[in-house]
């Protein structure tokens, strides 16, 4: 079937630290990668996407890389702040389908 | 912000009684979701819809029911609530048929079974 692990979390950073959340999926088709942001109180956003294999997607400060050959698409920040503080969800949707499969989400804090 | 209301944006209610949560969106977009999310399980998928009267369920779909009698809304029905149904529910739209395409949440309905 098709799914999606996360680092568990939660992550605590400090700020300008370096951020990267671990992603890896299976899936039996080909998919489309996916990061959402969660704010306290509010609903998912969409941080970033990645189509096709070594794609790249990019987002206010953060990046992910499409990893066919390891099956990832970690989540990075190369210096992050206190307003980054929110839930981080890793998703997939495979070619052909209309469901999203997520990830459990990482919780990420950034202490001043 | 991607034109999608959700109400009640927070209910209290007893169980065994009905529950019915509304999702509306002003995009006009062709399929419409239904979530929950609960600690640790991130969001599972209840029902989704692909076109007025046109539904199919999700991975956690036993004892939801949905309607979609028009594009803009699409209702959830929690005909006899449980506890087990606390939860936060999150309205769901997109425009097209394309995988690529990302989904547009709600702020999402904080509901409590007592």
């Known amino acids: 079937g098709n799914s999606v692990t996360q680092m568990e979390g939660p992550v605590t950073l400090s700020e300008e630290a370096f951020l990267t959340i671990n992603c890896t999926y299976t899936?039996?088709?080909?998919?489309?990668l996916f990061w959402y942001v969660q704010y306290p109180g509010e609903g998912l956003q969409l941080l970033l996407k990645?189509?096709?294999?070594?794609d790249k997607g990019s987002n206010k400060g953060f990046e992910a890389t499409y990893r066919k050959e390891t099956t990832s698409f970690h989540l990075e920040k190369g210096s992050v702040q206190v307003s980054d503080s929110a839930v981080y969800f890793c998703?997939?949707?495979?070619?052909?389908?209309?469901?999203?499969?997520f990830g459990q989400g990482t919780r990420l804090t950034i202490n001043p | 912000d991607a034109g999608i209301t959700q109400s009640p944006r927070h209910k209290v209610t007893e169980t065994g009684t009905p529950v019915t949560l509304r999702c509306h969106q002003t995009?006009?977009?062709?399929?419409m979701y239904w979530y929950r999310q609960d600690p640790g399980h991130g969001l599972r998928l209840i029902h989704y819809?692909?076109?007025?009267?046109?539904?199919d369920k999700g991975e956690v779909s036993d004892g939801y029911s949905v309607s979609r009698s028009k594009t803009e809304d699409f209702l959830l029905t929690l005909e006899s609530a449980t506890s087990s149904q606390t939860s936060v529910y999150f309205c769901?739209?997109?425009?097209?048929?394309?995988?690529?395409?990302?989904?547009?949440f709600g702020d999402g309905t904080r509901l409590s079974i007592l």
């Open positions: 819809s692909y076109g007025v009267k046109d539904t």
């Open positions: 995009e006009n977009h062709r399929y």
């Open positions: 998703a997939l949707t495979i070619q052909g389908a209309q469901k999203l499969v």
């Open positions: 769901a739209i997109k425009p097209g048929q394309g995988s690529n395409q990302p989904q547009h």
């Open positions: 899936a039996t088709g080909y998919p489309s």
């Open positions: 990645a189509t096709k294999a070594d």
